[in-house]
């Protein structure tokens, strides 16, 4: 069985690829570990100004730090009114790293007068895929939606209790993981990325 690392600590974002590929790659077996799961390495800073330049850092990171196969993402909001942001600042926009009930606050705070009409946004990830012989792959998943005043639901993370996708009546976390992975940046990054992995990891 091949081991392929995702290279994040976040056990909600490593069981949602996990579900992922083990629905898209079928009989392929892999075998998908987490930072956890191999020695323990600093972490790499995030200094791209774009997700796909963050993924692929990290992405690289592993595969210097491990050997394995290495799959990285970096996703985050996108508000449009305010011109694109938090961006790549989405983990840290509230100035604590993680901390999701500061940053939705703050995103919410900061729109506050936005009317509903203007209060798009997107969900935007981008996957990295870097192999040990040097190969790299890059896709990009975004969903489009936008952005409540109150939060809504208890599930999934980040700023998932505000954000309702367009054509959905419940937001991201009031869905089921199945329902969220069906539609959300970070499925339509993995499916994506997952056809790739059927093809360069050793069935």
């Given at each position: ?44 800073p995030e200094t791209g100004l774009t997700f796909g330049e963050n993924a692929l850092i990290k992405a690289r990171e592993g595969v210097s730090r491990t050997g394995l196969p290495t799959v990285a993402d970096d996703s ?128």
């Amino acid at each position: 069985m091949t081991r392929l690392l995702l290279a994040t600590g976040n056990k909600k974002k490593l069981a949602e690829l996990q579900r992922i590929l083990d629905q898209a790659l079928g009989a392929h077996q892999v075998e998908l570990v987490g930072l956890a799961d191999v020695p323990d390495y600093p972490e790499v800073p995030e200094t791209g100004l774009t997700f796909g330049e963050n993924a692929l850092i990290k992405a690289r990171e592993g595969v210097s730090r491990t050997g394995l196969p290495t799959v990285a993402d970096d996703s985050g909001l996108a508000v449009d009114a305010l011109n694109g942001m938090p961006g790549v600042f989405s983990a840290r926009w509230s100035g604590r790293h993680g901390d999701d009930a500061a940053n939705l606050d703050l995103v919410l705070a900061q729109i506050g007068d936005v009317p509903d009409a203007q209060r798009g946004g997107a969900f935007v990830c981008a996957a990295a895929l870097v192999l040990p012989n040097g190969r790299e792959h890059l896709v990009e998943g975004r969903q489009r939606g936008r952005i409540l005043r109150t939060r809504r639901g208890e599930g999934g993370f980040g700023y998932d209790p505000i954000f309702l996708g367009d054509g959905q009546d419940r937001t991201n976390a009031e869905l089921s993981p199945a329902d969220k992975d069906a539609i959300s940046h970070r499925g339509k990054a993995f499916r994506e990325l997952s056809k790739v992995i059927a093809r360069e990891l050793p069935r």
